[in-house]
């Protein structure tokens, strides 16, 4: 609607000017009609003057032509009726028309008679045939004229006043013209000023509607403005390009038009409802595979409706996200109603069989199962439960988990990675081979693969499969995941609730076992809040205390008055070590009976700490210990006494056998030695050899009852453990060693020697023992060092030599009593000094043991624990 | 077996096993000193030897006794009290000699007054040259007191 600025300004020119000539034209119409009517009546007045004059004149009988003459200068006098205005009077003579002055057009003196029936001299005719009144009408110069006519009948004179019409109108054709003129630089004026005032106005009033266009066509609606025949009035650029057309093409036609008539026709049906109606309409329709919604309004215009907007929008989107949202919400529905059947459930497979349904059901999957990994041989997974299948389907399948090409169906890839499989489309997914067929044949076209874990152990998997080809959005992929967690949960929680109502039930029976044997064993309990400072103790404690039921007073202090002076401190110190350290509560202590005698109660309890760790608890049980204590005493007085019979006897063994073993030794010995001598005149080399044997084998036999006599000494003849100088030790072995030292010319050295807590002669024996074994399996020159070096609660201490070394086959064995490694001949010794020395060692609470290597030698260490004092 | 100028030397052994008082015979029998040997063989004849008692009313009182701790009937260490509780006899020397190297019985004989104590020898040498040197050492540098 919007005109473009020139041409619109030039037509509002044109018909500006327009109205404004025909508004002059009007007026001049208007004042012309006035000024004729004036002259009509001016003519009138002035003829009637003129016929009175005349009359009168005529009456007083005077020179007619006399009058004439007065009257012609009367009638110059009159004359201001106008330059043409003049007083006509003429005669009829013969049917001819004389008139009788000279006329402004009329040579009196050479008069032009005209014809009665002529069509010039009208008026003078007109007033000759006695028609008084106004005319116009040709003169007799054949001029148009407006007259006014009478008649004289005495005279009978036609006298006609008259002014031509052509002077009449002639100011008229002027003042026109002047008013035209003005009119035009008037409207030119006054359209300059228009514009100047509109323009602003005009653009904005364009730039509104630009604006509101290009809201319009912004718009991603399809908007229309209809008329009652569905005629489009106004459109959207959207609202066109959904019909392919341009707005120009768009306008005036019907949107029926452009549509399928079964479309249109339920167009037109709501356009005709709101029409009629009023009221707004909103419908929806498919258009394509596109989804439309359209709002019809109604525009009112007094109070009738003269026109339809109408919007409407592509909602296919949206309809997509609602379908969704509704499988959503079936997945979420679903999910809650899964966690209430968790919460019911009692049996692990009813509950998968439940959700299973659930999925089904609620979500409208095709089919849902539920398979366990097993560790079989060949990583099956084991079908638990399903819904929407057929039965013996699946264990058709024989789907397993393993890492081949069986195993890499959605569901094993699940199980094995613990990860979502999506199987979008079966029939393109190399994975489905093995079961594409099966699958597709029952219309199943995806699948989604969940796995069920515990932590991050993956156990099982949950498969839904869709027939729609790509039916799982991500966030249906979340919240089934969700769906999975939950089953997972479902399934542990459902284990766990078994589990613990098993151990509840045992918990009870224990329990009820334990109410039993405390009742049995009179055990007391007790129980000690540390924060309030208060001691509970059961029935069975009073009793056991000797006091009433009930009349124990709660506090620390009452306890304690009951326990004999003595057995206070340790028991305070067995209390305060178990709430300090992480030890538990265990003593013996006595308390008074009224009686004067004593029982013994055996006290053991529990700390219960906070998260602070600090203690708040304590829970015990007391029982009486007395009869036990009584027994346990004789039977450890009984048992006191045997050993020491049987110490005593095994020393009197000890003592007997070496005393005894040695007498007849040396009966053979002596007696040998003394036929040796006695008789070395008479005895051959043989016989002298023989009693050489024997002598040795008494001898060596002496030695090993004396070393078997101090093995067995070790423990119960030791002394009492001091401090002892392990360089002094050492001195005096190397002092007992002496001779032996000097006759293998052998250099012993030593480093820094520790002060141990030991029994010094042991410790002497012990370093004279592994130095005499040095010296014995030596080669050349001996070298042997002694050290020692602390480690943790130990010292180390290492003899060190250059000999022959041991196999280290036989590191363990040296130590064991009557070991040899060499034969007699060429190493004497009975094979017990290092089983000495271990048994020493062993009584120091300490170890021995050897390192060495063959031909490079031996280092033998041991270990004394630091500060044994008691 | 008397020896002119010289006293003879009463000896008693005290000693059940026949071979070692044989050895000591041999070695003592072996040298210059004059000696009577009286051999008993448990701790009650050693007592009723000193004591002159049942057989032994005539027996003489012994300049040395050889005393073995391990006796039948009566043991060494009894035998050993006995004498040196007795105020007639507490001054007759006594040597213990046994096979025992027992450190309590070294103890125990000195505690109840042994003049020595000696350990049997295994050889036959050492066996000797301890009996000689007991013998010298109580014959011939130590002065003893006279018989009653």
Redesign the interface.
Known sequence: MIISKGKGTFQLMVIMIFVSLLVAGISIYIVYHVVINEKKEYLKELSENQIGIIESISDEGKDITGVLKLLKRQQKINASIGKTGEFVVGYLKNDTIFYLLDHLRYDFFNPKPIAFNSVIGEPMRRALSQRTGIMTGFDYSNKEVLAYCSYIPKLRWGIVTKIDISEVNESFYKSGLYAGLIAIVLVTIATFFFRKISNPIAKKIMESEENLRAILDATQESIYLLDRQGKFIITNRIGTKRFNLSQADAIGHKISEFMLPELALSRMEHLNNVFSSGKPEQFEDVRNGFHFEHHYYPCFKDDKVNYIATYSRDVTEIKKKELELLKLNRILKALGKSSQVMLKATDELSYLEEVCRIVVNDCGFAMVWIGYAQNDETKTVEPKACAGFEKGYLESLKISWADNERGHGPTGTSIREGQTVVCSNMIMNPAFEPCREDATKRGYASSLALPLSDNDKTFGAITIYSSEPDPFTLKEISFLTELAADLSYGILSIRSKIAKTKVEKELLESEEKLTLALENASIGVWVWDILTNEIEWDERMELMFGIKPGSFAKTYDAFESFLVDEDIPHTRKALRKALEEEIHFETVYRIKLGNGGVKYINAKALVTKDNNGKPVKMTGVCFDITEMKKDAEQVLFKLNEELMRSNKELEQFA?IA???L??P???V???T??LA?RYKDKLDEDAREFIQFA?DG??RM?TLI?DLLAFSRIQTKGREFTDVDMHEVLEQAVYNLSINIQAKNALLTNGELSVVYADEGQMIQVLQNLIGNALKFSMNAPLIHISSKEENDYFIFSVKDNGIGIEKQYFERIFQIFQRLLPKDEYEGTGIGLAICKRIIERHGGKIWVESEINKGTTFYFTIKKIQRS | MQKQKMKPVDILIVEDNPGDARLIKEVINGNKIQCQLHLVKDGVEAMNFLNRKEEFTGSPRPDLIFLDLNLPKKDGREVLAEIKTDDNLKQIPVVVMTTSQAEEDILKSYSLHANCYVTKPLDLDQFVNVVKSIEDFWFSLVKLPTKE
Do not use: G, I, W
Request: net charge neutral.
């Open positions: 003592y070496s005393h005894d040695q007498e030794l040396r009966m010995s002596s007696f030695q003394l001598k002598v008494a001898s002496q004396n």
